[in-house]
């Protein structure tokens, strides 16, 4: 997998990614939101800790611009 995820997106991706958790895991919200919100939380870490994203892959998008070692 190439990395493709930047470290501003990481940032972001993780903040959105507790945010997210928070709100799943608080109460604050009931049935298939609470579901749908924690997904996403999850998916926003995992994304973030792995530097790489399958949908920006299909999108063509690179927010990171570290270039490779040779």
Not at 3 to 8: E, R, S, Y
Not at 60 to 69: I, L, S
């Amino acid at each position: 997998m190439k990395k493709n995820v930047g470290t501003g997106d990481r940032f972001l991706r993780v903040m959105i990614g507790v945010i997210a958790l928070i709100l799943g895991l608080s109460g604050m919200l009931d049935g298939t939101l609470k579901w749908i919100v924690l997904g996403v939380g999850a998916v926003m870490i995992i994304t973030s800790s792995v530097q790489f994203c399958p949908l920006y892959t299909l999108l063509g998008v690179n927010t990171n611009k570290e270039k490779g070692k040779k």
